[in-house]
C-alpha cells in the first residue's frame, strides 16, 4: 500500500522527491499519512478533494483484497 501511495503521489506532484508516506498501525487500522511539499498539497487534495478521494478509494479497494481497514491522511 505504502508503494501504491507513493507512486500516485509523485506522478501528481512537481516536487517528487519531497513525497513521503508513513505507516501507522493502530488497532484495527492502519493509517498512511501522505506528506509533501507544502506547494503540492492542492495537486494531491484537487479541486473540492476529488483527487484525494481517488486516492483513498484505489487504496481502500487494494486493501479490501486483504480484509484490512485503511486510511489515507495527506499531511502538509
Known amino acids: 500500500m505504502k508503494e501504491l501511495i507513493t507512486v500516485i503521489a509523485r506522478r501528481l506532484v512537481d516536487h517528487p522527491e519531497d513525497v513521503r508516506v ?10 498512511y499519512e501522505l506528506t509533501v511539499h507544502p506547494n503540492d498539497v492542492g ?21 479490501a483484497r486483504h480484509q ?8 502538509s
Open 22 to 31: 508513513v505507516e501507522i498501525e493502530k488497532e484495527h487500522l492502519i493509517v
Open 43 to 63: 495537486k494531491v487534495i484537487g479541486k473540492q478533494g476529488r483527487i484525494a478521494k481517488a486516492i483513498r478509494t484505489v487504496v481502500t479497494s487494494a486493501a
Open 68 to 75: 484490512k481497514r485503511v486510511a489515507v491522511d495527506i499531511v
